[in-house]
Nanobody, 118 residues
Framework: QVHLVQSGGGLVQAGGSLRLSCAAS????????MGWYRQAPGKQRELVAS???????NYADSLKGRFTISRDNAKNTVYLQMNSLKPEDTAVYYC????????????WGQGTQVTVSS
């Protein structure tokens, strides 16, 4: 089992920055991919960014250049640095661990609200 605890988030003005953190407890495998998703009101949850233990990253095209994902394997922690925030970035952000196996498993954090005011 994997338990994810998120921190960070909150209210920021447009153009500002925020950093999210997500610490995982339990067994994290080197093959696990850690990432961030977000869900805005009335919209589906979408991928923000993901990162492998080797540092390979994947970003939503619309967020490249503004958001940076990083991972500390020793601490089983993933971070999301969000810069130049826009009101449309307002959403609940969820940490995720995806475990690829015979049956792929997804573990989720509790979610944290990010609100960007104009």
């Amino acid at each position: 089992q994997v338990h994810l605890v998120q921190s960070g988030g909150g209210l920021v003005q447009a153009g500002g920055s925020l950093r999210l953190s997500c610490a995982a407890s339990g067994s994290i495998f080197s093959s696990d991919v850690m990432g961030w998703y977000r869900q805005a009101p009335g919209k589906q949850r979408e991928l923000v960014a993901s990162i492998s233990s080797g540092g390979s990253t994947n970003y939503a095209d619309s967020l490249k250049g503004r958001f940076t994902i990083s991972r500390d394997n020793a601490k089983n922690t993933v971070y999301l640095q969000m810069n130049s925030l826009k009101p449309e970035d307002t959403a609940v952000y969820y940490c995720n661990v995806r475990r690829y196996s015979f049956i792929n498993l997804d573990y989720w954090g509790q979610g944290t609200q990010v609100t960007v005011s104009s």
